[in-house]
């Protein structure tokens, strides 16, 4: 009798360690995933979290799957930006919920009515190659007649992150279409993602380019022959928001975990990564200027989301479907 009672003792403890779960589905690099997930098990002992990790796109056709089977299967998501979100909340597929954290952000940076909060700020500025004859400082530099064939940039056809560029600086008043229409003029090659245009850059193929700051950074600090510009007009960006699904069955710790990723310790996180935190009042990561030297342009997810394949048309008419 007292072996089957250790053993139920046994049974009954494990349970109690992990009383509550958590299913996160994730964009995020794999080591980045594995580090936040660890840090917010420490953070919260008592939360058992299953994770699954993808490409936005890819993540956003399981899910989609799974809400056509009647099953979907994460509480939380974790992905690269705020235009999928804010058509997932459009379609009431996610649940409010405002983070008390939320008082630390610009209100730019999430739902005003509790949908989503962005996480980090990845923008997307210029890199030219340290061989190249001009230093660009603006985004318009890159419409100069003598860069003509020289520019390489990722195409919004394939890219989240571009196709949040091409919405911000078409709306802007000062660039809009008509700054596409010289960057085309000027025959910049709009191809593939950021990946290949940075490798475009660094091996001098075209000498200037448009990519996510990070990856020039971080290759600069590795060698890379690469320089990384924040034009001074600002920056396009994506934030890595995070969002409780309105189908979530673990309701207490996907909130638990919003107001984690949101708090100073999970800004920490961010930082410690190498990417721009979101939370205000936060450091930069190492080979980044100063926070008040990167000017974030105005970006609305809600006009973007609803601009989106007609952006799309214009820039195939304009570049080719490449």
């Known amino acids: 009798m007292k072996t089957l009672l250790s053993a139920a003792a046994v049974v009954v403890a494990a349970t109690a360690s992990y009383a509550e779960t958590l299913t996160l589905y994730t964009s995020q690099p794999n080591a980045d995933a594995q580090k936040t997930v660890d840090a917010f098990t420490a953070a919260h002992p008592g939360v058992e979290v299953d994770w699954v990790r993808d490409g936005t796109t890819k993540l956003m056709a399981r899910l989609r799957a799974e809400i056509e089977a009647g099953n979907p299967q994460p509480d939380v998501l974790l992905i690269a930006d705020t235009v999928t979100l804010e058509g997932m909340a459009q379609e009431g597929l996610l649940k409010a919920y405002k983070s008390p954290e939320a008082e630390a952000y610009d209100p730019a940076l999430y739902s005003a009515d509790g949908y989503y909060h962005s996480t980090k700020l990845i923008t997307s500025g210029i890199v030219y190659n340290t061989g190249a004859a001009a230093q660009p400082e603006s985004w318009s530099d890159l419409a100069d007649p003598a860069l003509k064939g020289q520019i390489a940039m990722p195409s919004p056809l394939y890219s989240g992150a571009a196709l949040i560029h091409l ?154 479907a490449e």
């Open 167 to 320: 919405a911000t600086l078409t709306g802007d008043a000062d660039l809009g279409w008509d700054y596409y229409g010289q960057l085309a003029s000027n025959e910049a090659r709009a191809k593939g993602g950021n990946g290949g245009t940075f490798k475009a850059v660094a091996s001098g193929e075209k000498p200037y380019g448009v990519v996510v700051d990070f990856l020039a950074i971080r290759n600069k600090a590795d060698g890379s022959p690469v320089e990384f510009v924040f034009p001074k007009e600002g920056v396009s960006y994506v934030t890595e928001p995070v969002a409780i699904l309105d189908s979530a069955k673990n309701v207490e710790p996907a909130q638990k975990f919003v107001d984690f990723v949101l708090s100073q310790p999970g800004q920490d996180l961010v930082l410690e990564m190498g990417y721009i935190p979101a939370r205000n009042g936060m450091g930069m990561p190492e080979g980044f200027p100063a926070r008040d030297e990167v000017k974030l342009m105005a970006f609305d997810p809600a006009q973007a989301l609803s601009d989106a394949e007609t952006n799309k048309a214009k820039f195939a008419d304009l570049f080719g």
